[in-house]
């Protein structure tokens, strides 16, 4: 069974140090894009683990993410609390949200995912819950064959509480949408 890495560099590519994003893509030798729309297995739900009480905009997510290594955020799109959604790839473009995943899915995050004492929590607001259903909705369209999942239901996964609600429970009635 594969382990699912966290997407931070540097990482070790055959011993040798990665350092970041682009040149892991080069190292791998593969285009930074998917091969195909059928390419899309899963759409994968995650949280900012972020506090609710604490806003987390989308340029501190982006400068998170570029510490990290990565070319620009690693989600397809962020959900901020107050139901804003952002895309920061293409659809096709491979993320960095889930190794070894990011081939074969969609990443979305919602702002949020610990409570006021830091603990995980669904911290969904009901615009969130609304902007996050529509965007399932639309992408199950591009995607039919993909599966809607929380990044913690991957096999896989270590423990972890991502996305700190039951996706599966709560969305997997739009796979059966004709
Ligand atoms: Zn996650």
Request: aromatic share 8%; proline share 7%; charged share 25%.
């Given at each position: 069974m594969t382990t699912v890495i966290s997407?931070?560099?540097p990482i070790l590519l055959a011993d040798e140090p990665c350092q970041n994003e682009q040149q892991y893509l080069k190292a791998q030798g593969t285009s930074p894009l998917m091969e195909s729309l059928e390419s899309v297995r899963w759409i994968i739900l995650h949280c900012s683990a972020t506090r609710a009480d604490r806003p987390y905009p989308v340029e501190q997510l982006l400068r998170d993410h570029r510490a990290r290594?990565?070319?620009?955020?690693?989600?397809h799109f962020y959900i901020r609390r107050d139901g804003t959604v952002t895309r920061h790839r293409r659809l096709l473009e491979v993320g960095a949200h889930c190794r070894p995943y990011n081939r074969c899915s969609i990443g979305l995050c919602y702002e949020g995912g610990l409570d006021v004492q830091g603990h995980p929590a669904d911290t969904r607001t009901p615009e969130q819950r609304k902007a996050l259903q529509q965007l399932l909705i639309r992408l199950h369209a591009l995607f039919p064959a993909a599966r809607i999942t929380g990044?913690?239901?991957?096999?896989?996964?270590?423990?972890?509480?991502?996305?700190?609600?039951?996706a599966r429970r709560e969305y997997s009635w739009i796979e059966t949408l004709p």
């Amino acid at each position: 069974m594969t382990t699912v890495i966290s997407d931070t560099y540097p990482i070790l590519l055959a011993d040798e140090p990665c350092q970041n994003e682009q040149q892991y893509l080069k190292a791998q030798g593969t285009s930074p894009l998917m091969e195909s729309l059928e390419s899309v297995r899963w759409i994968i739900l995650h949280c900012s683990a972020t506090r609710a009480d604490r806003p987390y905009p989308v340029e501190q997510l982006l400068r998170d993410h570029r510490a990290r290594g990565f070319r620009t955020i690693g989600y397809h799109f962020y959900i901020r609390r107050d139901g804003t959604v952002t895309r920061h790839r293409r659809l096709l473009e491979v993320g960095a949200h889930c190794r070894p995943y990011n081939r074969c899915s969609i990443g979305l995050c919602y702002e949020g995912g610990l409570d006021v004492q830091g603990h995980p929590a669904d911290t969904r607001t009901p615009e969130q819950r609304k902007a996050l259903q529509q965007l399932l909705i639309r992408l199950h369209a591009l995607f039919p064959a993909a599966r809607i999942t929380g990044h913690r239901d991957l096999p896989g996964t270590e423990p972890k509480a991502c996305p700190c609600f039951n996706a599966r429970r709560e969305y997997s009635w739009i796979e059966t949408l004709p």
